[in-house]
């Protein structure tokens, strides 16, 4: 249909056609219900009469200034600054300039959940599920500026340890 459960009632939702062009191939014209909580990807289990949508931070169309002022940072802080406009996934940007000093910001936009850890599919419907409408604050985002240990690393780890600062994921 056009709408999807909310509560106890039922919301429209926008459609959209879309056109995938593959070369060799004739066009595919397939039509995207987009639900408050992000588009239809796609039935939940097999035989089940649930849809499976999909919210992200980078779907939604924004600027990605960040990367395109990053080259002109002259110091750790306004590096960092140049970053407050990435609203795309996540990434761990590491700094280091010639007077020897090095740095770590988290960037991306991070959503504030109302309930779980986006690491399974929450039913829709239920209150309580989904994202606050303002995301984590880019002065929330966690950085390392000279560390005591005189390097930085990262490997995909946590990003803060749990109940230091808001969620920002497990791995």
């Not at 796609?42 to 649930?50: I, Q, V, W």
């Not at 990605?64 to 970053?83: C, P, T, W, Y």
């Not at 910001?105 to 504030?112: D, I």
Request: aromatic fraction near 8%; charged fraction near 25%.
């Amino acid at each position: 249909g056009g709408s999807v459960r909310q509560g106890d009632e039922f919301v429209p939702c926008e459609t959209r056609l879309e056109t995938i062009r593959v070369k060799g191939w004739a066009e595919v014209e397939e039509t995207v219900l987009v639900t408050p909580r992000g588009p239809v990807i796609g039935p939940a289990l097999g035989g089940d009469s649930r849809s499976l949508s999909m919210r992200a931070t980078w779907l939604a169309p924004r600027p990605i200034r960040g990367l395109l002022k990053v080259h002109m940072a002259r110091s750790f802080d306004e590096f960092r600054r140049a970053f407050e406009e990435w609203p795309l996934m996540s990434l761990n940007m590491l700094y280091a300039d010639t007077r020897g000093k090095i740095g770590w910001q988290l960037v991306g936009e991070a959503p504030r959940r109302r309930n779980g850890w986006g690491t399974v599919p929450l039913p829709g419907w239920v209150p309580g599920a989904g994202w606050h409408d303002e995301p984590v604050a880019f002065d929330e985002m966690p950085f390392a500026e000279d560390p005591p240990e005189g390097a930085l690393a990262t490997a995909n780890n946590q990003p803060v340890p749990e109940g230091d600062g808001p969620f920002l994921g497990v791995d």
